[in-house]
């Protein structure tokens, strides 16, 4: 990605999203397919809302991502609402049951500053009860020493 068109291409081939063979998709699919309303902050290409809307989803749904060329890639897919920004531009977005932060994007919030700054625009884009669902690596699982270099 990073505003690479070959680059966000090339990422959709590495990254399917797959809910019925990876388990980590699935988790947030569940989520997804439960929620009235998503926001996906970090959305990049937008596979997940994609794949929602494809498999019935018939809700709101709205993706938030800083990355040009991702959002070309998510915006072929029209009945979805794309915004261009960072988690922390989420709070003009208002009232979504569910946030996400899929495939370590929440790994890409690095200082306090970010993190709290974008914390708290995700939770004033959630409805009163609304939920937010990320996930980070556990440093001590070690995962790289498996990756192929
Ligand atoms: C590894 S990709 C994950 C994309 C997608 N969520 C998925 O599961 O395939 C990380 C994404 O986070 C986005 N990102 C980087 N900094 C961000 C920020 N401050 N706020 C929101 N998204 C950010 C990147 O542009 C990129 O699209």
């Known amino acids: 990605m990073f505003s690479d068109a070959d680059a966000a291409a090339l990422y959709d081939l590495l990254n399917p999203w797959e809910p019925d063979s990876r388990p980590s ?5 569940e989520l997804v397919g439960a929620a009235d309303s998503v ?44 915004v261009e920004g960072t988690a922390a531009d989420a709070a ?24 709290r700054a974008s914390l708290a625009a995700i939770r004033a884009a959630l409805r009163a009860g609304g939920r937010f669902a990320f996930e980070t690596r556990h440093p001590q699982a070690r995962a ?3 990756w192929n270099p």
């Open 39 to 82: 926001l996906d902050v970090g959305c990049g290409t937008g596979a997940m809302l994609h794949w929602a809307r494809e498999h019935g989803h018939t809700g709101r749904l709205a993706g938030l991502d800083p990355d040009r060329a991702a959002l070309a890639r998510a915006r072929r897919r029209a009945d979805i609402e794309w």
């Open 25 to 29: 998709d699935r988790f947030y699919d």
């Open 92 to 115: 003009r977005q208002a009232a979504f049951d569910l946030a996400t932060m899929t495939g370590h994007a929440f790994q890409c919030l690095v200082s306090d500053d970010e993190l």
């Open 144 to 146: 790289w020493e498996d």
